[in-house]
């Protein structure tokens, strides 16, 4: 192989600058070139592409989001946008293609992979809801982000004797929300995998401050049925008759941003460059993730299409210590 393309797909995730860095410099050292795919499978629709080098990537390890930028193709899932995309490639001269990203990005790769294009995917999203690997690029520093709001609410929480519901990110996977709720001491947390009766929420709540709390915490994900408007309007009806006040605090796209943190370095690092050495190997279709303690590999047909369910006995845990 002579020449690969790398992109990133789908919601940006703190390190995968690290995994572009890596891809570029371990391609290099092996003597491939690298084309940098701006604005995921839509710039490989559209072509916009632009050369990178180990100069190009210098500096960016420590910087958040990421470079090539990211978006999401309607078309691309299409047959005929499928097949678009492996003429673009081809007319490039591009003879593999590192995709970065989360679930849907991973499909897409693996689609590519269908029409006999050799791609290589990395795992990355915040959500942690991406089959065959345990953790994903991006997931610590936005569990990081979460836990510290959580720690800044708690803090005034206490000084005013409120309930503070905390909404973290997550889609329609709970596991940022169970650990962040483990990590911050929450009372209880609200996730998509297990049905909640919102009373009982309010009675843990209520039952936090009759143990002598000075405040109280829910930890509540975004794809939750009662999510952080409909659980904190459920709980300010009921307020004025237990005599709690209620604040929520949605942190949204905070989790995305910043710096990352040295494990999403870390990690970014180990599976760019593992991803471009297997790709150039002659090793395609397959996802690269982190098993274990190390880096590994599945097919990219076992990923497509799956979502990873978080360990709700988790939740168990967190009502138990939060006594």
Known sequence: MKHLGVLTSGGDAPGMNAAIRAVTREAMARGVRVTGISHGYAGVLAWKAVELTARTVGGIIHHGGTILGSARSQRFSLDAGLEEAVRNLSAHEIEGLVVIGGNGSQTGAACLS????PVVGVASTIDNDLCGTEIAIGVDTALNAAMEAI???RVTASSHRKVSLVEVMGRNCGYLALMAGLAG???TVVIPEVKVDPADVMARLKDAFERGKEYAIAVVAEGAEYNGIKLEKYLQNLTHKVGLEVRL??????QRGGTPGAFDRILGSELGAHAAGRLIEGECGILVGWTAGKVST???SEVAGRTKIPDVKVLELIHRLAQ
């Open 114 to 117: 269908g029409k006999g294009y």
């Open 151 to 153: 720690d800044r609410l």
């Open 185 to 187: 001491g929450a009372e």
């Open 249 to 254: 605090t949605t942190l949204g796209h905070i």
């Open 298 to 300: 599945v097919p990219l």
